[in-house]
């Protein structure tokens, strides 16, 4: 799948208006305030909050056993980015679940948009 029509996807599912999700997105990475990272039909987006530190948002079509490939996939790239610390606001507890059972030290945010942190 192409990244805009697994965002499409996911945005439906979670009953999101999907041209408000890609609009959204867009505008971050023609601003270069945003990263994506795309690995089998799993997006991960990263937003510069400032320098070394990012809020991702994951956008999925992938089968339970291939979002863990996905995941490992995406977290091996953001340590390796020289990225220090990442925000999240899951709706599905089973992905904060997923990082920590990866080995990624989820804990409750320091920021109030976000509902997890992790330092990586």
Known sequence: ???SEIIVA???????????ILGA??????SKNAVMLQKNDS???????EPGIVALHLFSED???????????FIENVRQSGIQTV???????????LLTSLGVPVQESDRPNYN????V
């Open 63 to 73: 089968s339970p056993m291939t979002l863990v490939k996905s995941i490992k996939f």
């Open 43 to 49: 997006v991960l987006l990263l937003e510069k909050i």
């Open 10 to 20: 996911d945005a439906q599912e979670r009953n999101l208006q999907p041209e408000i």
């Open 87 to 97: 925000y999240g606001l899951a709706d599905n507890e089973q992905i904060v679940q």
């Open 25 to 30: 997105v867009n505008r971050m990475l023609q």
């Open 116 to 119: 997890w942190m992790a330092m």
């Open 1 to 3: 799948m192409k990244p």
